[in-house]
C-alpha cells in the first residue's frame, strides 16, 4: 500500500504534515500480554538481533532511523504477537521514518508510522508519496485502518 498526494491546483498546498502511511487501531486478542518483535540495526555487536518488548497498558514505544538513512538503531520491521494472532508490518523507506505503538486501553494497540517530521507544501504540479507498506495479519481477527 502507497499513498500519493498531488498538487493539480494553481497554488501551493496548504502545509501537510504528520502524514503517517499507517494509523491503526489493532486490536488486543487472548489471555497473554501482547509482544512486539524487533530486530536491531547495523551498528554494534549484537547487529540485527532480535529484541522483545511487552506492550504494557499506557506504555508508547517508538522506533526510528534517527536522522535518516542507515538503520543503526532499529529497522523498519516490527511484529505483534497475541495467543497465536497478531500483525507484521514493513515500512520501505529511504529516508527518515519512525513507528510507534501505544496502548492507550487494555482492548487496543495503536500502531502509527511514516516519514518522520513531514512539514511541508507541494508546488503546483508536484507530487510525493508515503512510504511503501507491507502488513500481514495473523489470525482470523480483521482489523480497521484508518
Not at 7 to 18: S, V, W, Y
Request: aromatic residues 8%; glycine residues 10%; hydrophobic residues 40%.
Amino acid at each position: 500500500m502507497t499513498v500519493y498526494f498531488k498538487n493539480d491546483g494553481k497554488a501551493d498546498t496548504p502545509i501537510l504534515e504528520d502524514v503517517q502511511a499507517i494509523d491503526m487501531s489493532v486490536p488486543v486478542v487472548g489471555n497473554g500480554m501482547p509482544t512486539l518483535l524487533y530486530s536491531r540495526g547495523a551498528v554494534g555487536m549484537d547487529t540485527y538481533s532480535l529484541q522483545r518488548r511487552s506492550l504494557n497498558q499506557l506504555e508508547d514505544f517508538r522506533m526510528s532511523n534517527g536522522s535518516g538513512g542507515k538503520t543503526a538503531e532499529t529497522i523498519p520491521f516490527f511484529d505483534i504477537r497475541m495467543d497465536g494472532r497478531g500483525l507484521i508490518g514493513a515500512l520501505g523507506w529511504a529516508g527518515q521514518w519512525a513507528i510507534s505503538f501505544s496502548r492507550p486501553t487494555e482492548a487496543a494497540i495503536d500502531v502509527k508510522a511514516g516519514m518522520a517530521n513531514t512539514h511541508l507544501s507541494l508546488h503546483p504540479g508536484e507530487e510525493i508519496r508515503t512510504p511503501l507498506i507491507l502488513l500481514l495479519f495473523l489470525g482470523r481477527r480483521r482489523y480497521r485502518c484508518s
